[in-house]
Nanobody
Framework: VQLQASGGGLAQAGGSLSLNCTAS????????MGWFRQAPGKPREVVAA???????TYSDSVKGRATIDRGATTNTVHLQVNSLNSEDTGVYYC????????????????WGQGTQVTVSS
């Protein structure tokens, strides 16, 4: 399984970021897909997740500012975060899982390579 993430980079405070992740090589469609963020000196945390049933969850830090959706295919997930602030800075990782709760680890989980997002004021 390979995950290809795109988007990220340098963004202005108050602006928006858009991230895409496409999974390939999967025998079965993932049960959940999501994005994690790791800020400098902090543990990796889930930002947003989407199950195959369409159930969405967001961290408190982005709730009301973020939208996670499937892309053109069932193995693609898109994240948009608006009204950016410095707390949104970090490395964003895409994850796909064969279980509903993406916070838990499963042997067939797959992670993307990470994409840096830096919010400047």
């Amino acid at each position: 399984v390979q995950l290809q993430a795109s988007g990220g980079g340098l963004a202005q405070a108050g602006g928006s970021l858009s991230l895409n992740c496409t999974a390939s090589g999967m025998r079965f469609s993932p049960h959940s897909m999501g994005w994690f963020r790791q800020a400098p000196g902090k543990p990796r945390e889930v930002v947003a997740a989407l199950t195959r049933e369409g159930f969405r969850t967001y961290s408190d830090s982005v709730k009301g500012r973020a939208t996670i959706d499937r892309g053109a295919t069932t193995n693609t997930v898109h994240l948009q975060v608006n009204s950016l602030n410095s707390e949104d800075t970090g490395v964003y990782y895409c994850k796909v899982s064969q279980i509903r709760n993406i916070k838990l680890n499963h042997p067939r989980d797959a992670w993307g390579q990470g994409t840096q997002v830096t919010v400047s004021s």
